[in-house]
């Protein structure tokens, strides 16, 4: 069975300084894409970044960076340059190749970004 | 194309009552996911399907629940008899590629038991 664990309910930031939200996963599979999403109060959930299992290089989207360390199993979301508007919900999900990508979500770290 | 649509985005229903929610999907996406989100928690998957196919179940999906998507477009999610513990967000997304940006998420139907 896979499971996301993220171990941070909520964090504070300063704006405009980084934050990093930690999120392992645990898989037997070798073939998955690891995500995150954003969810502010209004509820959508927002893509903000995707890893490969296969992929080599750390992925990043603008302020967005994803820190892979695939044998630790971690997938740590950093953000640079915190802004007001990041303030939301932050989910790690995962998704098997092999499972109908059905996306498998962390229970979130909720991020409070202050003036 | 307008993203994913749910219908309705909010139901208030009384103990005992059955429900249905609607979820138009893209019209290209042939992966259509049901999840359930209740507060401060991520959202839990229900139940996916592969064009008319529901391929896979969560043991969440009690035999109260059941989901449906004829001819591989829109899909429903119908619970029987609810109960409080039903009050949750229900959210439906598609996909047609796993990856960046494939995944498409819906607004949401809130659903209030009282």
């Known amino acids: 069975a896979q499971k996301i664990t993220q171990t941070q309910p909520g964090m504070f930031v300063q704006e405009k300084e980084a934050v990093t939200l930690d999120c392992t996963y645990d898989?037997?599979?070798?073939?998955?894409?690891l995500f995150w999403y954003k969810q502010p109060s209004s509820g959508e959930m927002i893509f903000l970044i995707y890893?490969?299992?296969?992929?080599?290089q750390n992925a990043t989207e603008g302020r967005y960076s994803l820190n892979f360390q695939k044998a630790r199993k971690s997938a740590n979301l950093v953000i640079s340059a915190s802004q007001l508007g990041d303030s939301a919900m932050y989910f790690c999900?995962?998704?098997?190749?092999?499972?109908?990508?059905?996306?498998?979500f962390g229970k979130g770290t909720s991020l409070l970004v202050t003036p | 194309d307008t993203g994913v649509s749910q219908d309705p985005r909010h139901k208030i229903t009384k103990r005992g009552q059955n429900v249905t929610f609607r979820c138009d999907p893209i019209?290209?996406?042939?992966?259509l996911y049901w999840y359930r989100q209740t507060l401060g928690q991520g959202p839990e998957f229900l139940t996916y399907?592969?064009?008319?196919?529901?391929?896979?179940k969560s043991r969440l999906l009690s035999d109260r629940f059941s989901a449906e998507r004829p001819k591989g477009s829109f899909s429903t999610l119908e619970i029987q008899r609810t109960e409080q513990g039903d009050s949750a967000m229900y959210l439906c997304?598609?996909?047609?590629?796993?990856?960046?940006?494939?995944?498409?998420f819906g607004s949401g139907t809130r659903l209030t038991v009282v």
């Open positions: 997304a598609s996909s047609v590629k796993m990856g960046a940006g494939g995944y498409t």
């Open positions: 898989t037997s599979d070798q073939s998955y894409g």
């Open positions: 890893q490969g299992s296969y992929d080599e």
């Open positions: 999900a995962m998704a098997l190749l092999n499972s109908g990508y059905a996306l498998n």
């Open positions: 019209s290209e996406h042939n992966r």
């Open positions: 399907f592969q064009n008319e196919a529901q391929l896979e």
